[in-house]
């Protein structure tokens, strides 16, 4: 026991606060809040689109430029990509450890595990696996073009057309958004609780925060493909 204890204290906070329940919890709050300022930032540049080619395609161009000349041409937008990738994978590897802990920690002869487990968490978990999806599919969409057979390098506003110019392109990001709205309703509440937000006068606001984050990035986002659809954007 001692010697456990003498082992325990070597190990660096940092190692020990991961392993506990809270610190996952914890790195899946912060993680989400990265997440959440980038679909924020990223709804209001798609919505660039409606202002026509020059303005799509010149802001990308400056999002390119951020940064010069201390920094050289995308370096910032690297810098980005980098952060936001590893923000993703910590989230990820929380919500799959966090959650075969709750498995393990569970009544062996427990015969109704689904019937347990409750709506909002069954959300996270799909929604989770969705996003992930989509996120492989949007970069081979719109980065690489592996997908977007009609895609040009450097031709945002053209390549945003051409996906949304198809059903599939449609149905794919169509529901991406809805998992990313979900996602957000249930994720924030549960962040904000994690990192002590919340409380018996607060919980009300936060949940009405939630289901405004929600919905108005839902609908920000899939405004995209309607313009394309209803011909707005062309």
Do not use: C
């Not at 709750?102 to 929604?127: E, F």
């Not at 169509?174 to 309703?185: D, E, F, N, S, T």
């Amino acid at each position: 026991m001692a010697l456990a204890t003498r082992t325990e204290r070597r190990t660096p906070t940092v190692v020990r606060l991961w392993r506990s329940t809270i610190g996952k919890k914890t790195v899946m709050a912060v993680s989400g809040a990265v997440m959440l300022l980038y679909l924020i930032a990223h709804m209001v540049g798609n919505l660039k689109v409606f202002f026509g080619a020059d303005e799509m395609n010149d802001y990308a161009h400056w999002l390119r430029e951020i940064g010069e000349p201390v920094l050289h041409y995308e370096w910032l937008l690297w810098i980005i990509r980098v952060v936001l990738l590893a923000a993703v994978i910590a989230h990820g590897v929380a919500a799959y450890q966090l959650s075969r802990r709750d498995l393990a920690a569970r009544p062996v002869g427990y015969k109704h595990t689904l019937a347990r487990t409750s709506y909002a968490t069954r959300t996270m978990r799909w929604g989770g696996v969705i996003l992930a999806l989509f996120i492989v599919w949007h970069l081979l969409d719109l980065t690489t073009h592996t997908v977007n057979p009609n895609g040009e390098a450097g031709k945002p506003y053209e390549n945003i057309v051409a996906t949304f110019s198809t059903w599939y392109g449609n149905a794919i990001y169509g529901v991406a958004m809805i998992a990313v709205g979900l996602h957000i309703r249930h994720g924030f509440f549960s962040a904000a609780q994690t990192l002590g937000a919340g409380s018996a006068t607060r919980d009300r606001s936060l949940r009405l925060i939630a289901n405004g984050l929600a919905l108005v990035l839902t609908l920000g986002f899939l405004s995209v493909p309607i313009g394309v659809m209803t011909g707005i954007v062309e």
